[in-house]
C-alpha cells in the first residue's frame, strides 16, 4: 500500500480564508445582492396575510378543482386537435425561418478563426441585440397590425426573436471555432469563403443542430402563449375559454399544451443523442 505523502520542511499550508473578509469583493457583491432583494421585498408592499387566507385558500382549493374536470366533448376535442397542430406549425416554422435568418447575420456578425472581423460585426451584433430584446408577445401584438389576426403573426413573431438569439448563439460557435483548419487552408491560398464551408461550418454545425433544437423546445412553449394576443394556436382558445371562465375547456387545452411540449422535448433529446454519436 502507499504510505500517504509528508509534507517537507519547506512547504508552508495556508488554512482556508473566513466565509466573510472586509477585502472579499465577491463578498461585498453577495451582500449587496442580498440588500436588494430584501429592499425589493419591502417596496412591493406583498401582502402574504391576504395570499394565505382562508377565503384565498378556498378559491384557489375550488378553481382546482374544477381544472381538474377536463373537457371530453367531441365537438371540442374536434376543435382542439386543429389548434395543436397549428402551434406545432408556428413552432418549426418560425425556427427554421431564425435558424436560416441567424446564420446568414452570424457570418458577418464572427470574426472567423484567424482572420480579421469584418466592417459589418458591429452593426450585425446590433441587430441580433436589437431583433432578441423584444419579447415574443411585443413582436405579436406589433405585427398583429400589419399581418392580422392568426397564426401568421405568432409565428413571423417567433422568427424574427430566436433570429436575435440564435444568430447570437451562431457567432459565438463560428468564433471559438478551432483555428488549426482554417489556418491550414488559408496557407494554401484558399479564399475566406471556402475556408467557411470547408474547415469553420463542419466543426460548429452539431453545436447549431444543438442550439437550434434547443430553440424549438423554447419556441413550442412560446407558441402555445402567442395565441393569448390572437397569434392564434392553441394559446387563442386559451384565452377565449379562459376569459369566459369555462374551466373543463380551459383545462383540456392546458392538458394539449403539456402533452405538445413533452412530446417535443422528447424528439428534441432524441435528436441532440444522435448528434452526439
Known amino acids: 500500500m502507499n504510505e500517504p505523502r509528508r509534507p517537507a520542511a519547506n512547504e508552508v499550508y495556508r488554512l482556508p480564508p473566513p466565509l466573510f473578509d472586509a477585502r472579499c469583493k465577491a463578498c ?14 419591502w417596496s412591493l408592499d406583498l401582502q402574504w ?3 394565505v387566507s382562508a377565503q384565498a385558500l378556498d378559491r384557489m382549493g375550488q378553481f382546482l378543482l374544477q381544472l381538474l374536470a377536463p373537457s371530453t366533448e367531441a365537438a371540442f376535442l374536434l376543435r382542439l386537435v386543429p389548434a ?8 418549426v416554422l418560425g425556427t427554421l425561418l431564425a435558424a436560416v435568418a441567424g446564420l446568414v447575420i452570424a457570418f458577418p456578425a464572427s470574426r ?30 406589433l405585427l398583429l397590425v400589419s399581418a392580422g389576426l392568426g397564426p401568421l403573426a405568432g409565428t413571423l ?9 440564435l444568430g447570437r448563439l451562431f457567432a459565438e460557435a463560428i468564433e471559438n471555432a478551432p483555428p488549426g483548419p482554417a489556418f491550414a487552408l ?3 491560398g484558399v479564399g475566406e469563403g471556402r475556408v467557411l464551408m470547408w474547415a469553420v461550418l463542419p466543426q460548429v454545425l452539431p453545436q447549431l443542430v444543438s442550439y437550434t433544437l434547443y430553440r424549438w423546445e423554447n419556441n413550442i412553449r412560446a407558441a402555445a402563449v402567442l395565441g393569448v394576443v390572437g397569434a392564434g394556436g392553441l394559446g387563442q382558445m386559451l384565452a377565449f375559454h379562459l376569459g369566459l371562465f369555462q374551466m373543463p375547456e380551459t383545462s383540456s387545452v392546458l392538458a394539449a399544451m403539456l402533452v405538445l411540449v413533452l412530446a417535443v422535448d422528447a424528439v428534441s433529446v432524441l435528436a441532440r443523442e444522435r448528434l452526439m454519436r
Open 186 to 188: 488559408r496557407v494554401r
Open 157 to 165: 413573431a417567433l422568427a424574427l426573436h430566436t433570429t436575435g438569439v
Open 49 to 51: 396575510g391576504r395570499f
Open 28 to 41: 461585498w457583491f453577495v451582500l449587496a445582492v442580498v440588500a436588494l432583494v430584501v429592499l425589493s421585498f
Open 112 to 141: 472567423l478563426p484567424g482572420a480579421e472581423a469584418s466592417v459589418w460585426r458591429g452593426p450585425a451584433r446590433l441587430l441580433l441585440n436589437a431583433l432578441r430584446s423584444i419579447p415574443e408577445l411585443v413582436w405579436a401584438a
Open 84 to 91: 395543436v397542430f397549428e402551434t406545432l406549425a408556428m413552432s
